[in-house]
């Protein structure tokens, strides 16, 4: 958790310590890590896949917004994620 908190903080300009949300996936989209913030310490959520792959939102932006429906979806792994 440490390593995705230097990410979003050096790379994404961001405090991870805000409550956002942040999702990172491997290059074969098979792995996501959701790390986020809750009062006094890091959760980070994982989850891999045995067959399908994760619907990554496409676009030359490294910061998407999702909200409800979409961030749920892309967590199952399902097929149709739109940003917003």
């Known amino acids: ?7 979003v903080e050096q790379e994404l300009g961001h405090n991870p310590f805000e409550g956002a949300l942040y999702a990172f996936t491997n290059r074969r989209r098979d792995k996501i890590k959701l ?3 809750e009062d006094n310490g890091f959760v980070l959520y994982y989850k891999s896949l045995a067959e399908e792959k994760f619907h990554w939102p496409g676009g030359e932006e490294e910061l998407v917004s999702l909200t409800g429906q979409p961030l749920t979806a892309m ?3 399902a097929k149709a994620v739109s940003p917003r």
Not at 1 to 7: E, N, T
């Open 75 to 77: 967590e199952s792994g």
């Open 35 to 37: 790390l986020y913030w």
């Open 1 to 7: 958790f440490r390593g995705l908190a230097a990410i």
